[in-house]
Nanobody, 123 residues
């Protein structure tokens, strides 16, 4: 019932910045929480950041605190992930996810997922 489409991925030099977008569409509840996850080759999908619907509370993985910022624009039904001071370790496929129940940190907490967008950082 919810379609999520990520965009904004690409190839960026270490130390640079990139902003990912996640547009939601389809019939769904207006109120939902959003999260970003990433998965590097040979690794498990890991939590990156989340944002609540009602008050905009945010949560970040320790590895991205101070560098990444999650935000939302309800009028556009879009969630963003601003990534600064990028490192080669940030290279991964980034996924947007929607959670109608809570703002969790586990992939099992989320009900809908986007197809992912590739982010590659080179030195």
């Amino acid at each position: 019932q919810v379609q999520l489409v990520e965009s904004g991925g690409g190839l960026v030099q270490a130390g640079g910045s990139l902003r990912l977008s996640c547009a939601a569409s389809g019939r769904t509840f207006r109120r939902y929480n959003m999260g970003w996850f990433r998965q590097a080759p040979g690794k498990e999908r890991e939590f990156v950041a989340a944002i609540s619907w009602s008050v905009g509370r945010t949560s970040y993985a320790d590895s991205v605190k101070g560098r990444f910022t999650i935000s939302r624009d309800n009028a556009k039904n879009t969630v963003y992930l601003q990534m600064n001071s990028l490192k080669t370790e940030d290279t991964a496929v980034y996924y947007c996810a929607a959670d109608i129940a809570s703002m969790g940190r586990e992939k099992s907490d989320y009900d809908y997922w986007g197809q992912g967008t590739q982010v590659t950082i080179y030195s």
